[in-house]
């Protein structure tokens, strides 16, 4: 059977953790953080040992990714490590919703920003327009997710180029953003960063409190492992993919707490708890009109960007189960022209679209969001695991200050999806029952293929 193709470059790698990592997550999560914590200070340090979580975990992955560096991310560290059942798990988890879910709400979120978008520059917001109807959206959206589709079909090459393109442009939006920010901050209001705020979050206090507002944040951290689902296309991926997903996840961090020191220095924290909309708040309070109406298209840009890269490593994952025969073994089956895996592609698209008609992406997003959790943590288990069980294992990359940074990335993680249990139990236990309805699928799933 045909492989894939080593032809995705260093800098590409890292623009993918960027894209995958920056989209709507660090633009509208402070506000529901400052409501659950009500501290600005308490804030500022989760988006901190968020960063710590994630650059341990790209730490962790950087050696399991070195050490088999194919397509598929967790489901191939937890097939190699763990057999098929685990594998299998994480695989259709990120198969029907780790992407395909995330991909349609970007896109219907990117149609309603560009409807703000029109709004604005028309000067005339109540009006009703063609972009303001459900269906007009709901069509936009398919259109843009068959066009990201088609594009990473025709060849990674020229999918690579347009995603490094509007990965760039996102960099550039989120750093004039950072700039602008902090020339039109006024710094004598500085002690905002220092505030305390009566919290009013979900009934949470203490360490449910602590554990849910870095949950939220780490949604926003969320992509720090996405070049080790493209691992098999990676060039000379023993060097490159530990420099990749450190590097990437490090400048993401950067920018994040830039932004978030800005959001939190620009407005008073009561106009930012519990709002979603954190990024144009601030906005208004450093801006003309003019430079808000850009940041709405910029939020727009982003959007497209983060389409893009889920539409290029998600269908990866299916790939990867097909050659396995976890799924159809038809869709490992590549392009004959342009070496990519299409019918992967096509189900991944065929998946958002549904999605998209149902209007139901971020439910799943929010059910399913432990069941997501579970499987990082896993696999980093797993790697402590293998270097207990087969020491000598050819490993090109190894996690410096082991054991303490594999630790530090299990501990944090397990006291978060704690958290998750204790606050939000429904849709906790929820993606627990999804989890352990999969078991029977996957044995008969392997009595009917056998």
């Known amino acids: 059977m045909a492989v894939l193709k080593r032809q995705v470059g260093l800098a590409t790698a890292i623009l993918v953790i960027v894209a995958d990592m920056i989209g709507t997550g660090v633009f509208m999560t402070t506000g529901n953080v400052l409501d659950m914590t009500g501290s600005a200070p308490v804030v500022m340090a989760l988006w901190i040992i968020g960063g710590c979580i994630a650059i341990a975990g790209a730490l962790c992955y950087s050696e399991l990714a070195a050490t088999w560096p194919d397509v598929g991310g967790e489901y191939v ?230 389409v893009s890269v889920q539409m290029m490593i998600g269908p990866r994952v299916c790939y990867a189960m097909a050659q396995d025969r976890m799924l159809f073994h038809w869709l490992a089956t590549l392009h004959p022209r342009y070496g990519t895996p299409w019918l992967a592609v096509c189900v991944q698209m065929g998946l958002a679209i549904i999605y998209v008609v149902w209007g139901s992406a971020m439910t799943l997003v929010i059910y399913m969001g432990f069941a997501l959790s579970v499987f990082p943590v896993l696999a980093v288990i797993g790697m402590m695991y293998m270097r207990f069980r087969q020491p000598g294992l050819p490993r090109a990359y190894r996690v410096p200050l082991y054991p303490y940074v594999p630790l530090l990335y299990i501990v944090l993680s397990v006291a978060m999806m704690t958290a998750a249990l204790m606050a939000w139990t429904t849709t906790s236990l929820f993606s627990i029952g999804v989890l352990l309805a999969g078991i029977p699928v996957y044995y008969l799933w392997r009595f009917f293929v056998k």
């Open 77 to 306: 560290y937890l097939k190699k490590i763990f057999g098929f059942l685990p594998a299998f798990l994480t695989g259709w988890v990120s198969l029907v919703v780790g992407f395909a879910a995330p991909v349609a709400t970007s896109s219907l979120l990117l149609v309603q920003y560009i409807s703000r978008f029109l709004h604005a520059v028309s000067g005339t917001p109540g009006e009703i327009m063609l972009p303001d109807d459900v269906w007009f959206q709901k069509t936009a959206a398919v259109a843009i997710i068959v066009f990201f589709g088609g594009l990473h079909i025709v060849g990674v090459k020229k999918g690579s180029y347009v995603q490094n393109v509007l990965t760039i442009v996102k960099i550039m939006i989120v750093a004039a953003l950072i700039v602008l920010g902090l020339f039109a901050a006024d710094f004598d209001k500085i002690g905002r960063l220092a505030a305390g705020y009566p919290a009013a979050g979900p009934g949470a206090s203490g360490f449910a409190a602590m554990g849910l507002g870095l949950l939220v944040v780490m949604f926003a951290y969320s992509g720090w492992n996405s070049a080790s689902y493209i691992a098999g296309e990676i060039r000379s991926p023993e060097r490159n993919l530990p420099r990749a997903m450190l590097w990437g996840t490090l400048l993401t961090m950067c920018l994040y707490l830039l932004l978030n020191f800005v959001f939190l220095i620009a407005a008073p924290g009561e106009a930012l708890m519990g709002k979603d909309e954190v990024a144009a708040i601030a906005a208004g309070f450093l801006f003309s009109p003019a430079l808000s109406n850009f940041l709405t298209l910029g939020i727009a840009i982003i959007l497209l960007s983060a």
